[in-house]
């Protein structure tokens, strides 16, 4: 019975037959052929500084999933489905340390997370009809702006001044979580970033309460990316689990951090995250143009 289900010509219809689980159970889907041990502590001590910079500001995909790509054996959706594993614990050890110390308010956190889930599905689908390259262009110059806006503002974030009250300020609220979970689903970096952005800029959070109901939000978009992932086959567990047991240090240090140094550090790790996400982005934009060759 194990040869057959092992069997290269047995692959095919065992996958035909959604029967997902029995690869789980044997190596083909725990860690990519050929991985050596300084790879895989490599990966894991990136996915702790991840953990930390996610929870403070997001961004952490930025670190995670640029070591994944340089996997051997592991190819792109592999990285992103391994790198949405690995976020997921992290993000959900952040929620639960923000959601005891900070106590969000629930009412707001929880319908964007709502729709942000979905809007995540909704990009992964234009995703597949679209390519990322279209987007990348508008959301540099989207961030440079904010980036310059908030720069120029030093108090802006330092204390809570909503500018919009009850029903408008939750489906403000809502808007932005399934536009910002769209963005998550066809493109990804700095999903935590963005959402930390909108809540500071346009509902008047301070930088602490936007972490906290950044965090929850995101939850929901790497719960939306995993829901289609993982039929696919296409999670690496043994890597995934193994980051994400680093990545859920990294976020409950990362959480305790920015909780203890206040706004004004927050703020400060903002811009810089940001400011390594334009470069990245603004690299990635222009080497598709052929600026830099190629």
């Not at 895989?40 to 961004?59: E, F, N, P, S, T």
Request: aromatic letters at 8%; proline letters at 4%; a positive charge.
């Amino acid at each position: 019975m194990g040869d057959e289900l092992t069997h290269p010509a047995n692959r095919g219809c065992r996958r035909a037959h959604s029967s997902y689980i029995v690869e789980v159970l044997s190596l083909e889907v725990w860690f990519p052929e050929g991985m050596g041990l300084e790879v895989l502590i490599l990966v894991m001590v990136v996915a702790l500084a991840a953990g930390w910079v996610d929870a403070v500001v997001g961004g952490g995909g930025l670190l995670q999933l640029p070591a994944l790509l340089l996997v051997p054996g592991l190819a792109p959706v592999q990285a992103l489905a391994t790198n949405k594993l690995s976020s997921i614990f992290g993000t959900a050890t952040a929620s639960v340390t923000f959601i005891r110390r900070i106590k969000p308010d629930m009412r707001t956190a929880l319908p964007m997370a709502g729709l942000a889930l979905a809007g995540s599905f909704g990009g992964a689908a234009v995703a597949t009809i679209l390519p990322p390259q279209v987007f990348k262009p508008i959301i540099v110059a989207a961030m440079l702006a904010v980036a310059i806006f908030v720069a120029v503002r030093p108090n802006m974030g330092a204390a809570t001044s909503l500018r919009f009250q009850q029903r408008r300020h939750l489906v403000v609220a809502s808007a932005m979580g399934l536009g910002i979970g769209f963005y998550d689903g066809i493109l990804g970096p700095g999903t935590g970033t963005f959402l930390i952005i909108a809540l500071v800029s346009v509902l008047g959070y301070d930088f602490i309460q936007s972490s906290a109901k950044a965090k929850i939000v995101n939850l929901a978009t790497n719960l939306g990316a995993l829901a289609l992932f993982i039929p696919t086959g296409s999670v690496m567990w043994g890597l995934g689990l193994s980051m994400a047991a680093m990545n859920m240090v990294g976020g409950y240090l990362g959480s305790r951090t920015a909780i203890a140094k206040g706004s004004g550090f927050v703020r400060g790790v903002f811009l810089a995250v940001v400011g390594v996400l334009i470069l990245k982005l603004g690299f990635d934009v222009l080497s598709e143009w052929g600026v830099f060759g190629g």
